[in-house]
């Protein structure tokens, strides 16, 4: 893994921004000898969903342990993570990198050629994702949604899961105990309580790549395998981030 994508799995936060000077009446009301950098967002890589319109917005950095301030007018792809959330947006620096070396990193990669190096940095950390996640499955298939049914009782107490079953035709399996051409019973979450919200909701004819984990034993006489993560549902062309050299799931 390159040293951006190291950085961008230790921060929540990964941007391009542009330094700009501190007037003193907008400093957060932090420690006294505590430095920050003015930031203005130019484009975002990597933030949690609450932040996706931060681009061209202004935030406080504090730089990383042993790190200098950045002066006006530089600008840097940073990586941080949050510390302080209110009318202002205050993170802690984790690392930053000029654009330049950003670029050099993915000149020896698998960039797409002409492709921008920050898209590269993007679709890398995204093949990094699935392929973590689907090393934590118990199969991994391609498979066309066939039917739908409720697998439980409706739920009565706050956060069930409210379990129906979906029925999948398997057109090809990647990995576990599955054969092509055959159909799989996989149980999910079709509540929209908060605790389920983003888990995968099947849809009839619903084409995907499909991330199963096997079920609890007390869930088993229901289905063998779940989705359960939002992560479970990929799109089906995703299934090359699995296959790329070095790094297929054993």
């Excluded at 190291?6 to 941007?15: C, L, P, Y």
């Excluded at 398997?170 to 159909?183: L, M, N, S, Y």
């Amino acid at each position: 893994m390159t040293s951006a994508m190291s950085f961008m799995a230790e921060a929540a936060f990964s941007f391009v921004g542009t330094v700009e000077p501190a007037a003193a009446d907008t400093r957060p009301d932090v420690s006294e000898g505590d430095q920050w950098a003015v930031v203005r967002v130019n484009r975002i890589l990597q933030v949690p969903d609450a932040f996706t319109q931060m681009a061209g917005t202004v935030l406080y950095l504090r730089p990383a342990e042993g790190s200098d301030l950045p002066a006006p007018g530089e600008t840097f792809t940073f990586f941080a993570n949050g510390l302080a959330f209110g009318a202002d947006v205050s993170l802690v620096e984790v690392a930053r990198l000029p654009e330049e070396e950003l670029s050099a990193q993915f000149v020896m990669g698998p960039a797409v050629v002409g492709e921008d190096p920050l898209d590269t940095l993007q679709r890398q950390l995204a093949a990094t994702k699935v392929r973590d996640h689907a090393s934590t499955a118990s199969a991994v298939i391609l498979a066309r949604v066939i039917g739908l049914e409720r697998a439980g009782a409706s739920p009565v107490r706050e956060h069930d899961p409210d379990w129906w079953r979906a029925t999948m035709h398997v057109t090809h399996a990647e990995r576990g105990d599955i054969a092509d051409d055959q159909e799989v019973k996989v149980l999910y979450a079709n509540s929209l309580d908060i605790w389920w919200r983003e888990a995968p909701k099947p849809k009839a004819a619903q084409n995907g790549l499909w991330l199963l984990h096997s079920t609890e034993p007390e869930l088993e006489s229901l289905a063998r395998y779940k989705i359960i993560h939002a992560e479970d549902l990929q799109p089906p062309q995703n299934i090359d981030h699995l296959r790329q050299e070095g790094t297929q799931p054993q």
